[in-house]
């Protein structure tokens, strides 16, 4: 009886894990979708971004205005319905599996020397399971977001009837080569971020204010270091899609992730792997600010409901 009781209280547990998981990705998803869409217009552009070059976007500002002009307010939005189904499938199995992950490498003696390895273990490996499940998502997401208005090649997620399956998998290794160190430093900075607050503060339990400081940093940073690998996947995921990027400046052309990285550093300069880290160490701050918090607020909220 007590060891059937134990299995369902974790089994709850668990499920607890996944429902705040796939709530805090619809919720920062629909939040931060604006500055997703920036961030990829600035990633597919080969001409630099700069006010100083005949580039279509030149920076931040000029882009919103510019994309506001041409394709209207729905356009920041562009992609939502596929970037959702990444965002809550994404987050669904990832803090459900990072609590999997974390359980059992509890399990190994004297592990608690290593807590911060332990984190960025199970993180990584979370990380690549959320990953697999959302990427044929994210890629028409991708898609749906770097199209003109002018060239439509798809409306909402038609992509299913015009292409292969293996097209739904460009860029799945740069992105499991991101994604995992990335999710990884995540959880670790969090972690390590959110016991910080807590010496220096009365807190004992994880508050809105420490999640949300904790989470900002922690996204900010581990956003920074693996960015290359993010520019990387969605200058991949839009290979044989000439046709809907004509308007956007000249076309980027590449075989495979190395290729990707050679390409880039030959015609863009090493800047040009940072192309667009801007916008994206905004949205990455406020995006795992708002994904920890609203996480850990949903947590706290199934818990005191049963």
């Known amino acids: 009886m007590t060891m059937g009781f134990s299995v369902q209280k974790t089994t709850e547990l668990f499920s607890d894990h996944a429902i705040a998981g796939a709530a805090s990705g619809f919720i920062t998803r629909f939040l931060c979708q604006p500055l997703d869409v920036i961030k990829i217009r600035f990633q597919l552009q080969v001409e630099p971004i700069s006010r100083y070059h005949v580039s279509k976007y030149k920076s931040i500002s000029q882009a919103v205005l510019l994309i506001l002009r041409e394709e209207g307010s ?12 990444v965002s809550i499938t994404y987050g669904m199995g990832q803090f459900y599996c990072y609590n ?7 399990q190994v003696p004297q592990i608690e020397e290593w807590h911060h390895t332990t984190y960025f273990v199970a993180g990584a490996g979370a990380s690549c399971v959320g990953t697999i499940v959302s990427f044929p998502f994210d890629t028409m997401r991708t898609r749906l977001v770097a199209q003109s ?20 998998f460009l860029g799945l290794l740069p ?7 990335h999710t990884g ?9 959110k016991g910080l607050y807590k010496k220096y503060t009365s807190d004992t339990d994880t508050s809105f204010y420490n999640s949300m400081l904790s989470g900002s940093v922690a996204g900010f940073v581990a956003k920074t270091i693996v960015y290359p690998f993010d520019l990387s ?7 044989g899609f000439q046709n809907g990027r004509k308007g956007f400046g000249k076309f980027f052309q590449c075989n495979g992730l190395l290729d990707c990285l050679r390409v880039t550093v030959k015609e863009e300069g090493v800047q040009g792997l940072f192309k667009g880290l801007v916008p994206s160490q905004i949205k990455a701050a406020t995006t795992t600010a708002l994904y920890f918090t609203t996480y850990e607020q949903v947590l706290l909220l199934l818990k005191m409901l049963r």
Request: proline share 5%.
């Open 175 to 181: 992105t499991l080569l991101q994604i995992a160190p």
């Open 233 to 239: 996947k969605k200058r991949l995921q839009i290979q």
């Open 149 to 168: 208005n002018n060239h439509r090649i798809y409306n909402g997620i038609s992509i299913l009837r015009q292409e292969s399956p293996r097209v739904f």
């Open 74 to 85: 729905t356009a920041l939005w562009k992609g939502h319905v596929p970037a959702q189904l």
């Open 100 to 106: 999997v992950f974390l359980k059992m490498l509890q």
């Open 185 to 193: 430093l995540q959880f670790t900075f969090y972690e390590f971020f």
